[in-house]
């Protein structure tokens, strides 16, 4: 995991990454964050 400060930030948004910004939380331990949210997701659609 990386800390940017907010120059490099914008520099990195310049060129076009997008840049998604998390607070970090306990859930984050066993998955990525990406997977958590996909979990979520899918636990939501369920739910339906």
Known sequence: MYI???LKLKELKDKGYKIKIYDWKPEYKEQTIE????SKAVETKEED
């Not at 997977?35 to 996909?38: G, I, K, L, R």
């Open 4 to 6: 940017w400060n907010p």
């Open 35 to 38: 997977e958590y949210e996909q």
